[in-house]
């Protein structure tokens, strides 16, 4: 059975730092682009950061480009999303999804092959 199992979330104040982990398992994960996406109640779902099969270039919203890295380790089926100097407006659900697609299609929310079920962060005034 395929599946993407999101953790790491939580409460942390303004400033502070969370690492996410998306541990993937049922399916060839190093054939699929991976990316993280975060959705705040009320508003659609956004790509973040997306990246192609292998651990290199990107795609970065410029609402977290140089505060948050996206990374991939195949041998372990895990990608992670490394998020720096949080504040309330990265509030939201965060998830991450493959696809089958160039990286940067995968941000755009074309082609999505699979998501996870999301982990909430909660950044604190």
């Known amino acids: 059975e395929v599946q993407l199992v999101e953790s790491g979330g939580g409460l942390v104040q303004t400033g502070g730092s969370l690492r996410l982990s998306c541990t993937t398992s049922?399916?060839?994960?190093?054939?699929?682009?991976v990316g993280w996406f975060r959705q705040v109640a009320g508003k659609e779902r956004e790509g973040i950061l997306c990246?192609?099969?292998?651990?290199?270039?990107?795609y970065s919203a410029d609402s977290v480009k140089g505060r948050f890295t996206i990374s991939r380790d195949n041998a372990k089926n895990t990608a992670y999303l490394q998020m720096n100097s949080l504040t309330p407006e990265d509030t939201a659900v965060y998830y991450c999804a493959v696809a089958q697609a160039p990286f940067v299609r995968l941000c755009m929310r074309r082609g999505i092959d699979y998501w996870g079920q999301g982990t909430q962060v909660t950044v604190s005034s």
């Open positions: 990246m192609g099969t292998s651990d290199g270039a990107t």
């Open positions: 049922g399916f060839a994960f190093d054939d699929y682009a």
